[in-house]
Structure formats: structure tokens, C-alpha cells
């Protein structure tokens, strides 16, 4: 049996190709066009859900943020619109009593506090935290260590600063700050660590880079609000677990904080999941909008191949009317004209393929030189198509030659021979 692919088919199919240069690159170009859009598309889209998602890093999954707003209801003696503050017991009663709690950990502000280094003042963040806050924030310890239960337990005046407050505030580097005094409201902190936020783009707490973290007892105490704090973090174990939690937590803490249980105002919670579920949602519908978009422009190059084939059968007709009365077989005509196709498709295919990854590998060197040292917005992350994508835009392109070759393949095996030989 002759092969599908012998030597002489491939070269009756080249010379066939190459008597219309013209026209073949004509009509190969939607397909390269269509590729290389799917590809730049496909990339662009990954580029924005790496940036999404390292934009939203810092944040931890399945994560509930626990503050507080006015009452909205008179309860048990206190009348409405009542401020109230959360204490560091609301957490010892959600840990003991709300068991979907997987981490819960707590946060007291200063917004305005003064930090003052060797002559050098400037207004930053003082934040009071429990050892548990960096768990639930998720941030990266450059050097030294974080606070400890003893740190908290003895009330040390030790603290964590921001990478920002070292390197700009401070002017030293951030191994060099661990060990270092620090005045910090008026009150002198020993630095024992220093942290940077995975993102500082996207974040469910304070700016972590320009910002002081104490144990949670000393700050309290020295900024005479004892027995206070303005916001709670907890991590669930699944993120179906979320829902349940968020109604047990505000239950405990209407009831521990004399607040009427049908109140829906006073005690807010924001559910993290809702911000990753709608991420999720952004990310599927661009997914689906490029492949559209892409699929649409390659249909357009595939039907422009399939056209200009056609014109090639009726110019031809006379030579397949000739190739049939000399023995040639339907199967051998729709052969050559399918690989007709696939040659042109493959071919312009993937170059598509590879100027696509090309050009947008030269994005990613040209926005990683501009980016760098900078993390400001969202922007494109290794903005490449996998290699899974890369074989099925393959598979897209060989399975076009298919399909652009087909009909021209049926219209030739059609020709009758004698009808053939006769036109003109």
C-alpha cells in the first residue's frame, strides 16, 4: 500500500504549492494571524491571572475580618447607635466555642504614631498584634524572628518593623535592624524583626512595609485603651466552614457585647472567599472570551484557506480529470489536497505559534526591567502560555488543515474524468 506521507506525494504537494507562491502565503496568512493572536491573547489572559494572583498573595484563604460598627438596635439598657470596642476575650471565647476556627488572631491601630531614629522622625503605623496575626496576614520574614507567646505573655517592649520603615525611615539595611532601640510613640522597642507584605497591592490589613508591630498587651496598655482591639482575623479549616463560622462568631460576640441579636449592623465580617470567588469568576469569563475571540479569528483564516482551495480544484479540474483516467484514485486525490491543506496550515500555524511565544517572551524581559523594584497596581506576570497550551494550540492547528481542506477534497474526488478532460 503507498504511503500516506512517500516522497513523491511530498513533493507533487510542494511543487503544487510553489507554482503559486503568491497565492500561497495569501492564503496561509489568516492562519498565521489567527495563531498568533490566539497565542498573544492566551498569554495576555495568563499574565493577568498570575498578576491577580499575586496581587491578592498576601491574603489568606478562607479568612474572616471581624470589626466593629454602631449599634443599630437599644438592648439591655443601652440605646441605639451605641460605640462599642471587641477585647482580646472575644478570642479565647471564639476559640473555645466556634471549633470550624482553624487560627484567630487580633490587631489594635495607632495610625498616627511618631518613629524616631537616631534624629530622624516620622509618622507611621504602630500596630498591637497577637503571635497568631502573621500566620493569618501571611507575610515574609526578611530577618530576625516574629513575636513570640512570651513576647506577648511578658509584655515586652519588642517589635517587628516593615522593610520600608528599616530601609527609608531608619536608613540601614534590614539585617541591620534586628537588635536596634527604636522610639516609637514616646516608648523605646527593641527591633526583633523585620517583615515585607507578599503584596502590598492588595491587602485586608494595614500596609505591612510601613508599619511597627508590637505584642498586643503592651500596646493596649501603653496607649491607655486596655482591654481593646479593633479588629479580629480568623482562618477556617475548609472554606465551606466560612458561612457557618461567621454566624456563630457574631452570636458570641452580640451576646458577650450586650448587643440585640437580631442587630445585623454592629458586628461586620468580610469573607475573603467572597473576594477570591469573584476573581475566580473574572479569570474563567476572560478565559472564555479569549478563546472566542481567538477561535473566531482562526475560523476566519481556515475559511479563507478552504476558499482559495476551492478556487485551485476548478482551476485544476482539468488535471484531476487527467489523473483520474490515468488510474489515480479518489482516496489519492483527496489525499494530496488534504495535504495540501495541512501543509499550508501547519506551516503558517506554527510560526504563529512560535513569533506569539516570541514576541510576549520579549514583553516579559521588557516589563520585568521596567517593573523592577516596584509593585504598584496590578500588572502582567510571566505573561507565557504553558506547554499544555502550546500542544493544544498544535493539535488546533493541524486539526485546521483538516477541516480547511476537506471540502475543496470532496469537490475534487467529484470531478468525472471525462467531463474533465473536455473543459477548457
Known sequence: MKRLLDRETLR???????????????????????????????????????????????????????????????????????????????????????????????????????????????????????????????????????LSLQDEREHRKVCIIGKRVATEKMGISATQAVGKSILIGGHYYTIVGVVSAKSENFSMVVPVSHTAFAPLGIVSSLSNRPEEVDLLYVTTHHPEHSKRASEKIKDLIRAEHHIAPTDETAVRIFDTNEIFATFDGINIALAILVWIVGIGTLLTGIIGVSNILLVTV????????????????????????????????????????????????????????????????????????????????????????????????????????IEAIREE
Do not use: C
Not at 495607632?110 to 496576614?137: C, H, M, N
Not at 505573561?383 to 480547511?404: H, K
Open 314 to 417: 476548478r482551476e485544476r479540474t482539468q488535471e484531476i480529470g487527467v489523473r483520474r483516467a490515468l488510474g489515480a484514485r479518489p482516496r489519492d486525490i483527496l489525499r494530496q489536497l488534504m495535504l495540501e491543506s495541512s501543509l499550508l496550515t501547519t506551516l503558517s500555524g506554527l510560526l504563529g505559534l512560535v513569533l506569539g511565544v516570541g514576541v510576549m517572551s520579549l514583553v516579559v524581559m521588557a516589563t520585568s526591567s521596567l517593573g523592577e523594584g516596584s509593585s504598584d497596581g496590578l500588572r502582567l506576570v510571566n505573561p507565557i502560555i504553558s506547554i499544555s497550551t502550546a500542544l493544544l494550540a498544535v493539535l488546533i492547528i493541524v486539526a485546521s488543515g483538516l477541516v480547511a481542506g476537506l471540502l475543496p477534497a470532496i469537490k475534487a474526488i467529484e470531478v468525472k474524468a
Open 12 to 146: 507533487e504537494v510542494g511543487h503544487t504549492l510553489g507554482r503559486n507562491k503568491r497565492r500561497s502565503i495569501v492564503t496561509s496568512f489568516g492562519v498565521f494571524w489567527g495563531i498568533f493572536m490566539l497565542v498573544i491573547l492566551l498569554s495576555l489572559s495568563k499574565g493577568l491571572q498570575n498578576g491577580i494572583k499575586e496581587m491578592t498573595s498576601s491574603v489568606a484563604p478562607n479568612m474572616l475580618q471581624i470589626y466593629t460598627s454602631e449599634t443599630s438596635l437599644p438592648y439591655s439598657g443601652f440605646g441605639k447607635g451605641r460605640r462599642w470596642d471587641m477585647s482580646p476575650r472575644d478570642i479565647d471565647i471564639l476559640r473555645a466555642r466556634v471549633p470550624e476556627i482553624k487560627a484567630i488572631g487580633a490587631s489594635l491601630q495607632d495610625w498616627g504614631s511618631t518613629i524616631e531614629y537616631e534624629g530622624k522622625k516620622d509618622r507611621q503605623i504602630l500596630a498591637g498584634v497577637t503571635p497568631e496575626f502573621f500566620d493569618i496576614t501571611l507575610v515574609n520574614l526578611i530577618a530576625g524572628r516574629h
